[in-house]
Each structure stands twice: as C-alpha cells, then as structure tokens.
C-alpha cells in the first residue's frame, strides 16, 4: 500500500514513525517547505507545494498513491481542502487525522474571533502587553495596532520584523510545558495571549499558564474544513488502514 502522509505536525512525523517501520506499505510525508530546518522523519520526504488540487491530483496519480493522509494542522485549511478534491479527482481514499479542539474549562477567559484581523481588534486601542502564539505568516495585521508591545515566539525568525515599536522576539520549538509558559508570561508582563486553538498536549502550555495567572485568551476559532473521513489520533489512523481494503481490492483488480 503506497501512502502520502500530509504533514507538518507532530501526529504526522509519529505516523510516519509508525508506518515506516512496515514491509506491506511505503510511505511518503509532504511538507510545505516552511520551516528551514525541519526535524528529521523516519519516511522519505517530498518538499514544498503541488500546484493546487490539479497538482496534487496528478501526484497521486503519477506516485500510484493508494492512500493518502491528511495529517497538517487544523488550521492549514487551504491543503485540506485540496486534499479532498484531489483524493476525489485521483480516485483515492482519503483519511484526515484532527486534533479536537481544547474546550474551555473554569478559570478560562477566552475571547473568541474570527480570523487575525478580529484578534487585532480584540486588543483594543490602550496599549497593551501580548504574547502572539501565532506563525509567522500571521502576524502582518498587528502592524495596524503598533500602540502594543509584543512577545512573539516562532521557529524561524520573523523576517522581515514586524514594523511595531516594540517587539521581541523568541526562537523556539515546543512542546512547551505550563511552568515554562507561566515564567515567560510573568517574566514579560504578559497582560493577554492571542492564541489558536490548536489542540492536543505540545502547546496547551499557554492556555493553562493564562488560567493561572487569570489572563485573558485570544483564540481564533477554527476554520471551516472539508467534511471528510476523519479520525483524533495515530493510533485510529493505524487501526483504519488494517481495515482498508487492500490497493488490489480498492483498484477493483
Ligand atoms: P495552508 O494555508 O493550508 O496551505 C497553503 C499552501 O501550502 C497549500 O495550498 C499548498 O500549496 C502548500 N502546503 C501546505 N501544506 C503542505 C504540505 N503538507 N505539503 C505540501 N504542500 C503543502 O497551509 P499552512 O497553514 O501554511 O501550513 C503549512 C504547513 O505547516 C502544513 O504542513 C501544516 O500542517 C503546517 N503547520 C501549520 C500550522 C498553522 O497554524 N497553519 C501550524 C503548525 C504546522 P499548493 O497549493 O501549491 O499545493
């Protein structure tokens, strides 16, 4: 069985752990080709985009995919949506690994908004002091309110900066534990956190550090994602491919 594993999350890579491991499947993961140094995966990797849902279509024709993965995050809503076309078109099967959601629990006071531009006018007009627990390519629209002072934390660096007075930078990987989240939101003042709500264990650092400090999160809601076969953990996505038909029985052949 030939599989495409859409990445760019830690549930991708340990699928991939997962799976590479096999004789009765080979398996690809495809990254955007963001992050300059990604961490090392246990499959071969293809990098970069495909050209829209025509050329990842076209991918999974010209590689034989049998079945394809859509392990990305739950906010890269542009390539899920081209997964789903493309599986369609490709005549592929197609399975999404998502993380749910976190749920609000006592103590949390979260600030729900749309997309970036309603976190900037969460913020308010007086100055204040935020945490943005966003990526990189995020972060534009706070140029629009340079009246606060900013904590970015990224993996790569922010290039060019973001044109604010004040702003400071952190280069970091997570996971991020609550002590580590709570000393750096002290150590800075942190008054507010814009946050997405990514889900599962490597970032809920933040959101429990907000709690105890009685700080205020501003989560962006999800974006919409194609309604397709859907599982939460690795362990479903292993558990449904011993249950997929086999590439002979699937081609009809
Ligand atoms: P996106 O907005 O949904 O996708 C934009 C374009 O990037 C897609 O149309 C596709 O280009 C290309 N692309 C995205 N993921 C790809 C993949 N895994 N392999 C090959 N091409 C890919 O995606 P995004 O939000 O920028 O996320 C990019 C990557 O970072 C994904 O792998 C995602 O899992 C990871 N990531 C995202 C977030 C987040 O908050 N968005 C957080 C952590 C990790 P073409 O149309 O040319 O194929």
């Keep these: 069985m030939r599989i495409l594993i859409l990445g760019g999350t830690a549930e991708a890579r340990a699928l991939a752990h997962a799976l590479a491991a096999r004789d009765d ?21 293809r990098s970069g985009g495909f050209g829209g849902a025509e050329g990842l279509a076209r991918y ?35 399975l999404a690994l998502r993380r749910p959601p976190w749920e609000k629990v006592a103590g949390d006071n979260w600030i729900e908004v749309e997309d970036v531009e309603g976190a900037v006018r969460a913020l308010g007009e007086q100055p204040k ?33 973001l044109a604010v007075p004040d702003a400071t930078y952190i280069a970091a990987r997570g996971p991020f534990g609550e002590s580590e989240d709570r000393a750096l939101l002290a150590r800075h003042n942190i008054e507010v956190i814009v946050a997405k709500n990514s889900g599962g264990e490597a ?13 205020p999160v501003i989560m962006l809601k999800r974006p919409a994602l194609p309604e397709v076969a ?17 590439p002979s029985t699937a081609r009809g052949v």
């Design 203 to 215: 970032t809920y650092g933040k959101i429990e550090a907000a709690r105890a400090l009685g700080l």
């Design 129 to 161: 002091r935020a945490f943005l627990a966003l990526g990189r390519n995020e972060l534009r629209p706070f140029a629009a309110a340079p009246q606060h002072s900013y904590l970015i934390r990224s993996v790569d660096p922010v290039d060019p900066p």
């Design 60 to 94: 999974l024709s010209d590689e034989r995919v049998d079945v394809l993965i859509d392990a990305t995050h739950p906010y890269a809503a542009a390539i899920s949506a081209n997964a789903a076309r493309a599986a369609g078109d490709a005549g592929v099967r197609l």
């Design 25 to 45: 499947i080979s398996v690809t993961v495809s990254l955007a080709g963001r992050t300059a140094e990604p961490l090392p995966q246990a499959a071969p990797v």
């Design 230 to 246: 859907s599982v939460a953990t690795v362990e479903e996505v292993l558990a449904w491919l011993d249950h997929a038909p086999t």
